[in-house]
């Protein structure tokens, strides 16, 4: 009886020490909104990028890449104010088609990336 005890001990205590596996998607922060937004078209090019996490993403792991028609637009430093992530855009953008590329990750650290895209107008 006492060993019989003792092994379903050890077994609740394995259950609870199960380590959470990488693919709980529910530890995962997703992009809720951005600024520009998804597929919009903008009238002037943007001074920055915004973008908005359902949970307080990780700085030091975040990394956001703007290309447009030109190629690679220059970004500056990411500044985070709580879910919130902006990287000022230093680099000239003329009229066309952006891609938005992030680089992140939520508290288990774990990486998470998306992409997303808007189009400057060109001006009348
Ligand atoms: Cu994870």
Do not use: C, N
């Not at 380590?19 to 922060?29: C, E, F, K, V």
């Not at 943007?46 to 190629?71: A, D, F, M, N």
């Not at 990411?78 to 508290?107: E, K």
Request: net charge positive; hydrophobic share 40%.
């Amino acid at each position: 009886m006492k060993l019989l005890l003792t092994a379903s001990v050890v077994a609740a205590l394995a259950l609870v020490a199960l380590p959470q596996r990488g693919d709980s998607a529910a530890l995962h922060l997703r992009l809720t909104k951005s600024a520009p937004a998804d597929s919009s078209v903008v009238a002037t090019a943007p001074t920055e990028i915004k973008l908005w996490y359902s949970q307080k993403p990780q700085l030091r792991l975040s990394r956001v890449t703007l290309t447009g028609p030109s190629g690679e637009v220059t970004t500056g430093a990411i500044v985070q104010d709580s879910v919130m992530l902006r990287a000022p855009i230093t680099g000239t953008m003329t009229p066309g088609a952006y891609t938005v590329s992030w680089l992140t990750a939520s508290s288990d650290g774990h990486p998470i990336r998306g992409t997303f895209g808007f189009t400057v107008k060109p001006s009348e």
